[in-house]
T-cell receptor
Framework: LAKTTQPISMDSYEGQEVNITCSHNNIATNDYITWYQQFPSQGPRFIIQGYKTKVTNEVASLFIPADRKSSTLSLPRVSLSDTAVYYCLVGPSGGYQKVTFGTGTKLQVIP | EAQVTQNPRYLITVTGKKLTVTCSQNMNHEYMSWYRQDPGLGLRQIYYSMNVEVTDKGDVPEGYKVSRKEKRNFPLILESPSPNQTSLYFC??????????????FGSGTRLTVV
């Protein structure tokens, strides 16, 4: 599975757009990029998933450049409730191997 | 309601006393997995199972055992717990073909303290 690198932490004020970038230089052709959100003492939950270009849902957008060696999770107009750890995962859709979450990016939203 | 149920939520035990943390899912998922989470270390996979009677080691399997005798259950067994196994544990499940599509469903976690 592709190794991912994310910033350890980020701070943002309420109402701002937040972009969290994940590097995955050795992404394979059949790998998808998936982002999870985890609140303290809760299990992670799925946010968004994409393969290339841009994906948007009601929660976030995911931007993937043509070379797919990185991806950016964009959270529009964050609120205090978006304070959480965000994980980037890369792997095949039919993944059946070890799944490594890494340490994620701790986002702190400031009033 | 589709869910992954872990029990117990909290457990304090003594070194060397065997314990089992149960995990059950009601979604007919093939893939199940156990993680432990420690401050600064993120989520680390302990064991995973692709289906009944098929299990394999994750990144940190030492000191743990699992079994998958039924599709819905995937218990985590600590034969002789030690203080370094004090952690927050999560069970997760997924359809085998959708792990990286729509991902895992996680349980609520079990906070284990070994004294």
């Amino acid at each position: 599975l592709a190794k991912t690198t994310q910033p350890i932490s980020m701070d943002s004020y309420e109402g701002q757009e937040v972009n969290i970038t994940c590097s995955h230089n050795n992404i394979a052709t059949n790998d998808y990029i998936t982002w999870y959100q985890q609140f303290p003492s809760q299990g992670p939950r799925f946010i968004i998933q994409g393969y290339k270009t841009k994906v948007t849902n009601e929660v976030a957008s995911l931007f993937i450049p043509a070379d797919r060696k990185s991806s950016t999770l964009s959270l529009p107009r964050v609120s205090l409730s978006d304070t959480a750890v965000y994980y980037c995962l890369v792997g095949p859709s039919g993944g059946y191997q070890k799944v490594t979450f890494g340490t994620g990016t701790k986002l702190q939203v400031i009033p | 309601e589709a869910q992954v149920t872990q029990n117990p939520r909290y457990l304090i035990t003594v070194t060397g006393k065997k314990l089992t943390v149960t995990c059950s899912q009601n979604m007919n998922h093939e893939y199940m997995s156990w993680y432990r989470q420690d401050p600064g270390l993120g989520l680390r996979q302990i064991y995973y199972s692709m289906n009944v009677e098929v299990t394999d080691k994750g990144d940190v399997p030492e000191g743990y055992k699992v079994s998958r005798k039924e599709k819905r259950n995937f218990p985590l067994i600590l034969e002789s717990p030690s203080p370094n196994q004090t952690s927050l544990y999560f069970c997760a499940s997924s359809p085998l073909t959708e792990i990286f599509n729509y991902g895992y469903t996680f349980g609520s976690g079990t906070r284990l303290t070994v004294v």
